[in-house]
């Protein structure tokens, strides 16, 4: 790294190229490092952090589904949306994942 006029200067590495299937509006790293989670406005991939394997998990639906994060532990998430919807009092959802 670099100093520069504007703070540090920082080098950028493509690591990969994910399909997800949709377009992707947040991800979130597993606690451990290990896993990779991506939210898209239907559904959530989960990807090793090699990139060998991946699991698509479906989720209720939330209009604009937009932030997704691990809870401690990283066997379970919550993702949520950025609109309030009078007709869907719950906008946070939590995911339990399997074992």
């Not at 990807?47 to 991946?54: A, G, H, L, T, V």
Request: negative net charge; proline residues 8%.
């Amino acid at each position: 790294m670099k100093a520069s006029p504007n703070g540090p200067q920082q080098t950028l590495t493509p690591v990969t190229t994910l399909d997800p299937g949709g377009k992707p509006t947040d991800m979130a790293i597993s606690e451990d490092g290990t896993r990779l989670l991506v939210l898209t406005y239907t559904d959530a991939v989960e990807y090793s952090m090699d990139f060998k394997q991946q699991q698509k998990i479906r989720l209720n639906f939330l209009q604009q589904q937009e932030s997704v994060a691990y809870l401690p532990g990283s066997r379970s998430f919550v993702y949520t949306t950025e609109r309030l919807l009078p007709v869907l009092p719950q906008w946070i959802m939590r995911v339990d994942c399997a074992e």
